[in-house]
């Protein structure tokens, strides 16, 4: 294989690469958002520089993923905390758990998404809809919504998901530095909200030492959405180079 040839290959494995190098469309994404506020402490804690917090407020996500070009269903969780670079308001992502290997790759490789394996799951239940994720063989989040209980304005649900989003990317290098060491920009542009409902909800989050969601604890349910979209993921760009300074 030359060189030409390993330059055309998007990743490793180089005869059978870890996922394909296509921009995946998502049809009939279904979101459960709660947003809760939790402690400052903990939120500073865990945000990087130069991104500023306002408020201690969380948003734990689930997305149930109907159809995804090159990808297929798939379902992932995780937890975005509202930030503020300079002026621009936006989301840091701060975990991501899901259970599909190649977009989890591919999130981590080709862009910087904090994607790791887990086991979440999003079905409507005696009236709920029920959003959960295990890592390994137990539980560490629960969330429950009631099922449509009132309908939410569409442009504002549009919104609440294309707000810019902020992530971590991380190159380890062959010694104690790393290679790349950068913040990420990246924003949904091309979305259509199919439905959107709201309505009380509830969340639990339990200690885990490698999946700890309860490091940032729930104080109050602040709201909730129940939100379903066709989208495309927009280019990452990098904003902040922490290797310069």
């Given at each position: 294989m030359n060189r030409e040839q390993i330059l055309q290959s998007p990743t490793t494995p180089l005869t059978a690469p870890a996922y394909a190098a296509a921009v995946p469309r998502f049809t009939d994404r279904e979101y459960l958002n709660v947003v809760y506020r939790t402690d400052p402490e903990a939120l500073r804690a865990v945000v990087p520089e130069p991104l500023e917090i306002d408020e201690p407020l969380v948003r734990f996500e689930i997305m149930k993923m109907g159809e995804v070009t090159s990808f297929g269903p798939y379902v992932e969780c995780g937890q975005a905390?509202?930030?503020?670079?300079?002026?621009?308001?936006?989301?840091?992502?701060?975990?991501?758990?899901?259970?599909?290997?190649?977009?989890?790759?591919?999130?981590?490789?080709?862009?910087?998404?904090?994607?790791?394996?887990?086991?979440?799951?999003?079905?409507?239940?005696?009236?709920?809809?029920?959003?959960?994720?295990?890592?390994?063989?137990?539980?560490?989040a629960?969330?429950?919504?009631?099922?449509?209980?009132?309908?939410?304005?569409?442009?504002?649900?549009?919104?609440?998901?294309?707000?810019?989003?902020?992530?971590?990317?991380?190159?380890?290098?062959?010694?104690?530095?790393p290679r790349v060491c950068e913040l990420i920009r990246s924003q949904i542009t091309d979305i259509t909200v199919k439905e959107a409902h709201t309505g009380p909800a509830r969340l639990q989050l339990f200690e885990h030492v490698l999946a700890p969601l309860a490091d940032l604890p729930v104080r109050e349910v602040v709201s909730a959405s129940h939100v379903v979209t066709d989208l495309t993921l927009g280019a990452a760009t990098p904003v902040h180079d922490y290797l310069a300074e």
């Open positions: 905390i509202p930030v503020r670079l300079g002026a621009e308001r936006g989301e840091y992502l701060h975990a991501m758990y899901l259970d599909n290997f190649a977009a989890t790759a591919a999130g981590r490789e080709a862009s910087a998404y904090p994607k790791v394996l887990g086991s979440p799951a999003l079905f409507p239940d005696q009236g709920a809809l029920v959003g959960t994720l295990d890592y390994g063989t137990q539980r560490v629960t969330a429950t919504m009631g099922y449509k209980h009132h309908p939410m304005d569409l442009e504002r649900a549009k919104a609440e998901i294309t707000v810019p989003s902020f992530m971590l990317k991380i190159v380890p290098g062959y010694g104690r530095e």
